[in-house]
Protein backbone atom coordinates (compact mmCIF):
# COMPACT_ATOMS: atom_id res chain seq x y z
CA UNK A 1 0.00 0.00 0.00
CA UNK A 2 1.64 3.40 -1.39
CA UNK A 3 1.86 6.05 1.80
CA UNK A 4 -0.80 8.31 -0.24
CA UNK A 5 -3.32 5.40 0.33
CA UNK A 6 -2.51 4.50 3.51
CA UNK A 7 -3.41 8.37 4.50
CA UNK A 8 -6.94 8.70 2.55
CA UNK A 9 -9.48 8.35 4.71
CA UNK A 10 -11.27 5.42 2.75
CA UNK A 11 -8.57 3.33 4.78
CA UNK A 12 -9.38 5.18 8.02
CA UNK A 13 -10.40 5.01 10.47
CA UNK A 14 -12.22 1.74 9.89
CA UNK A 15 -7.99 -0.28 9.89
CA UNK A 16 -8.13 -3.20 11.52
CA UNK A 17 -5.42 -2.63 14.21
CA UNK A 18 -4.00 -6.17 14.18
CA UNK A 19 -3.82 -6.07 10.44
CA UNK A 20 -0.15 -6.23 8.84
CA UNK A 21 0.59 -2.44 7.41
CA UNK A 22 0.41 1.17 8.93
CA UNK A 23 -2.26 0.76 10.32
CA UNK A 24 -0.43 0.39 14.23
CA UNK A 25 1.54 3.64 13.31
CA UNK A 26 -2.08 5.48 12.32
CA UNK A 27 -3.56 4.66 15.58
CA UNK A 28 -0.65 6.04 17.54
CA UNK A 29 -0.49 9.10 15.68
CA UNK A 30 -4.32 9.53 15.70
CA UNK A 31 -4.03 8.88 19.61
CA UNK A 32 -0.99 11.61 19.99
CA UNK A 33 -2.77 14.15 17.95
CA UNK A 34 -5.67 13.28 20.65
CA UNK A 35 -4.06 13.46 23.32
CA UNK A 36 -4.25 16.31 25.47
CA UNK A 37 -3.62 16.17 29.10
CA UNK A 38 -6.34 18.96 30.55
CA UNK A 39 -4.02 20.31 33.12
CA UNK A 40 -3.20 23.89 31.51
CA UNK A 41 -4.29 25.53 34.40
CA UNK A 42 -5.75 25.38 38.27
CA UNK A 43 -8.92 25.59 38.66
CA UNK A 44 -8.51 29.10 40.43
CA UNK A 45 -7.10 30.01 37.06
CA UNK A 46 -9.59 28.67 35.03
CA UNK A 47 -12.26 30.69 37.18
CA UNK A 48 -10.45 33.51 36.31
CA UNK A 49 -10.63 33.37 32.64
CA UNK A 50 -14.16 32.76 32.24
CA UNK A 51 -14.62 35.77 34.78
CA UNK A 52 -12.79 37.74 32.45
CA UNK A 53 -14.59 36.57 29.60
CA UNK A 54 -18.05 37.64 31.25
CA UNK A 55 -16.74 40.89 32.54
CA UNK A 56 -14.97 41.80 29.73
CA UNK A 57 -17.56 41.67 27.62
CA UNK A 58 -20.28 42.69 30.40
CA UNK A 59 -23.96 41.71 30.43
CA UNK A 60 -24.73 39.62 27.81
CA UNK A 61 -27.82 41.56 27.25
CA UNK B 1 -33.48 31.18 39.69
CA UNK B 2 -30.26 31.30 42.06
CA UNK B 3 -29.35 27.42 41.18
CA UNK B 4 -25.99 26.46 42.72
CA UNK B 5 -23.09 25.28 41.46
CA UNK B 6 -24.21 21.09 41.94
CA UNK B 7 -27.81 21.92 40.50
CA UNK B 8 -26.27 23.66 37.35
CA UNK B 9 -24.17 20.07 36.91
CA UNK B 10 -27.89 18.51 36.01
CA UNK B 11 -28.80 20.85 34.00
CA UNK B 12 -28.72 20.25 30.09
CA UNK B 13 -26.71 22.17 27.78
CA UNK B 14 -29.86 23.90 26.34
CA UNK B 15 -31.30 25.37 29.61
CA UNK B 16 -27.52 26.62 30.56
CA UNK B 17 -27.67 28.13 27.25
CA UNK B 18 -30.67 30.05 27.81
CA UNK B 19 -29.53 30.94 31.34
CA UNK B 20 -26.44 32.56 29.66
CA UNK B 21 -28.60 34.72 27.42
CA UNK B 22 -30.38 36.21 30.36
CA UNK B 23 -26.47 37.00 32.19
CA UNK B 24 -26.09 34.08 34.08
CA UNK B 25 -22.33 34.11 35.14
CA UNK B 26 -22.93 30.85 37.35
CA UNK B 27 -24.73 29.21 34.12
CA UNK B 28 -21.66 30.47 31.66
CA UNK B 29 -19.29 29.08 34.05
CA UNK B 30 -20.58 25.92 34.21
CA UNK B 31 -21.40 25.87 30.47
CA UNK B 32 -17.88 26.66 29.61
CA UNK B 33 -16.53 23.70 32.35
CA UNK B 34 -18.02 21.45 30.13
CA UNK B 35 -16.26 22.04 27.43
CA UNK B 36 -13.32 23.01 28.79
CA UNK B 37 -10.78 20.11 27.81
CA UNK B 38 -11.87 20.08 24.40
CA UNK B 39 -11.42 23.58 23.50
CA UNK B 40 -8.15 23.85 25.32
CA UNK B 41 -7.37 20.14 23.12
CA UNK B 42 -8.42 22.30 19.59
CA UNK B 43 -6.35 25.68 20.56
CA UNK B 44 -3.29 23.69 21.36
CA UNK B 45 -2.96 21.38 18.49
CA UNK B 46 -4.34 23.89 15.88
CA UNK B 47 -1.50 26.98 17.67
CA UNK B 48 0.84 24.53 18.79
CA UNK B 49 1.85 25.90 22.10
CA UNK B 50 0.38 26.35 25.47
CA UNK B 51 0.86 30.31 25.28
CA UNK B 52 -0.94 31.01 21.96
CA UNK B 53 -3.52 28.45 23.08
CA UNK B 54 -3.89 30.34 26.37
CA UNK B 55 -5.22 33.79 24.58
CA UNK B 56 -7.18 31.82 21.81
CA UNK B 57 -9.10 29.84 24.71
CA UNK B 58 -9.58 33.56 26.57
CA UNK B 59 -10.90 34.48 23.16
CA UNK B 60 -13.37 31.81 22.77
CA UNK B 61 -14.66 32.36 25.91
CA UNK B 62 -14.85 35.82 25.47
CA UNK B 63 -16.34 35.58 21.95
CA UNK B 64 -18.88 32.68 23.49
CA UNK B 65 -20.31 34.60 26.26
CA UNK B 66 -20.66 37.85 23.82
CA UNK B 67 -22.44 35.51 21.02
CA UNK B 68 -24.77 33.56 23.44
CA UNK B 69 -27.32 36.78 23.01
CA UNK B 70 -27.70 35.71 19.50
CA UNK B 71 -27.43 32.19 19.31
CA UNK B 72 -30.88 31.00 18.12
CA UNK B 73 -29.96 27.00 18.45
CA UNK B 74 -30.40 26.11 15.02
CA UNK B 75 -26.77 24.25 15.50
CA UNK B 76 -25.47 22.41 18.76
CA UNK B 77 -24.29 24.62 21.27
CA UNK B 78 -21.41 22.41 20.85
CA UNK B 79 -20.96 22.82 17.08
CA UNK B 80 -21.16 26.40 17.81
CA UNK B 81 -18.80 26.62 20.01
CA UNK B 82 -16.22 24.66 18.74
CA UNK B 83 -16.58 27.07 15.19
CA UNK B 84 -15.91 29.83 17.40
CA UNK B 85 -13.11 27.66 19.17
CA UNK B 86 -11.39 26.71 15.48
CA UNK B 87 -11.67 29.83 14.27
CA UNK B 88 -10.04 31.93 17.62
CA UNK B 89 -7.32 29.49 17.54
CA UNK B 90 -6.61 30.55 13.89
CA UNK B 91 -6.74 33.88 14.46
CA UNK B 92 -4.03 33.20 16.95
CA UNK B 93 -1.88 31.24 13.98
CA UNK B 94 -2.55 34.40 11.90
CA UNK B 95 -1.74 36.60 14.65
CA UNK B 96 1.54 35.40 15.09
CA UNK B 97 2.05 34.85 11.44
CA UNK B 98 4.91 37.18 11.53
CA UNK B 99 7.03 34.38 13.27
CA UNK B 100 9.80 32.37 11.68
CA UNK B 101 7.92 29.39 10.86
CA UNK B 102 8.74 26.66 8.61
CA UNK B 103 7.66 25.45 5.23
CA UNK B 104 4.17 24.78 4.29
CA UNK B 105 2.62 22.10 3.02
CA UNK B 106 4.75 21.48 -0.11
CA UNK B 107 4.18 17.50 -0.26
CA UNK B 108 6.83 15.51 -2.66
CA UNK B 109 4.93 14.08 -5.71
CA UNK B 110 6.64 10.43 -4.98
CA UNK B 111 5.09 7.18 -3.35
CA UNK B 112 5.92 7.41 0.50
CA UNK B 113 7.83 4.96 2.31
CA UNK B 114 5.19 3.44 4.69
CA UNK B 115 7.75 1.10 6.19
CA UNK B 116 10.40 3.23 7.12
CA UNK B 117 7.96 5.92 8.24
CA UNK B 118 6.14 3.00 10.43
CA UNK B 119 9.54 2.10 12.00
CA UNK B 120 9.88 5.92 13.55
CA UNK B 121 8.44 6.14 17.14
CA UNK B 122 5.46 8.60 17.12
CA UNK B 123 5.88 11.09 20.24
CA UNK B 124 3.38 13.72 21.01
CA UNK B 125 6.13 16.09 20.59
CA UNK B 126 7.24 15.41 17.22
CA UNK B 127 3.19 15.46 16.35
CA UNK B 128 3.07 18.80 17.82
CA UNK B 129 5.80 20.09 15.51
CA UNK B 130 4.33 17.99 12.41
CA UNK B 131 1.08 19.29 12.63
CA UNK B 132 2.73 22.83 13.08
CA UNK B 133 3.91 22.72 9.02
CA UNK B 134 0.66 21.71 8.48
CA UNK B 135 -1.21 24.60 6.70
CA UNK B 136 -3.81 25.83 9.63
CA UNK B 137 -6.86 24.89 7.42
CA UNK B 138 -5.51 21.54 6.87
CA UNK B 139 -4.63 21.33 10.39
CA UNK B 140 -8.07 22.53 11.78
CA UNK B 141 -9.75 19.89 10.34
CA UNK B 142 -7.50 16.61 11.60
CA UNK B 143 -7.56 17.78 14.59
CA UNK B 144 -11.75 18.35 15.13
CA UNK B 145 -11.26 14.60 13.93
CA UNK B 146 -8.62 13.36 16.39
CA UNK B 147 -9.34 15.61 19.05
CA UNK B 148 -13.03 15.84 19.38
CA UNK B 149 -13.48 12.59 17.08
CA UNK B 150 -15.70 14.62 14.93
CA UNK B 151 -17.77 12.89 11.81
CA UNK B 152 -16.58 14.37 8.73
CA UNK B 153 -19.91 15.84 8.54
CA UNK B 154 -19.04 17.74 11.79
CA UNK B 155 -16.23 18.80 10.89
CA UNK B 156 -17.75 20.39 7.41
CA UNK B 157 -20.42 22.15 9.77
CA UNK B 158 -17.64 23.86 12.08
CA UNK B 159 -15.37 24.80 9.66
CA UNK B 160 -18.44 25.83 7.46
CA UNK B 161 -16.71 23.65 4.17
CA UNK B 162 -18.74 20.94 2.27
CA UNK B 163 -17.83 17.36 2.58
CA UNK B 164 -15.83 16.68 -0.08
CA UNK B 165 -13.30 19.65 0.84
CA UNK B 166 -13.37 17.86 4.59
CA UNK B 167 -12.24 14.74 3.21
CA UNK B 168 -9.81 16.52 0.51
CA UNK B 169 -8.75 18.81 3.61
CA UNK B 170 -8.12 15.44 6.27
CA UNK B 171 -6.38 13.17 3.59
CA UNK B 172 -3.86 15.76 2.97
CA UNK B 173 -3.11 16.68 6.05
CA UNK B 174 -2.61 12.86 6.64
CA UNK B 175 -0.18 12.74 3.99
CA UNK B 176 1.57 15.59 5.01
CA UNK B 177 2.00 14.27 8.46
CA UNK B 178 3.30 10.82 7.24
CA UNK B 179 6.05 12.45 4.76
CA UNK B 180 7.49 14.89 7.86
CA UNK B 181 7.25 12.23 10.10
CA UNK B 182 8.90 10.21 8.20
CA UNK B 183 13.06 10.18 7.41
CA UNK B 184 15.28 12.82 6.11
CA UNK B 185 15.57 12.64 2.42
CA UNK B 186 19.28 11.44 2.97
CA UNK B 187 18.27 8.65 5.44
CA UNK B 188 15.68 7.46 2.81
CA UNK B 189 18.30 7.63 0.32
CA UNK B 190 20.83 5.79 2.70
CA UNK B 191 23.38 8.16 1.63
CA UNK B 192 24.95 11.28 3.68
CA UNK B 193 23.44 14.42 4.73
Known amino acids: MSGEEWADMTVYPDVDPDRAGPAPLLHRLSAAIGSVPDDAWRQADWERMVAAATGAAGSAE | ?193
Open chain 2, 1 to 193: MDLTHSTLERVSDTELVSRCRTGDREAFAELAGRHRAKVYAVCLRVTGNPEDAADAVQETLTRTWRGLVGFRGTARFSTWLYRITVNAALAEVARRAARPRPAGLDLPDEVYDVPAVAERVVTTLSVQDALDRVPPEFRAAIVLRECLQCSYAEVGEILGIPLNTVKSRISRARQALLVLLGPEPEERRGGRP
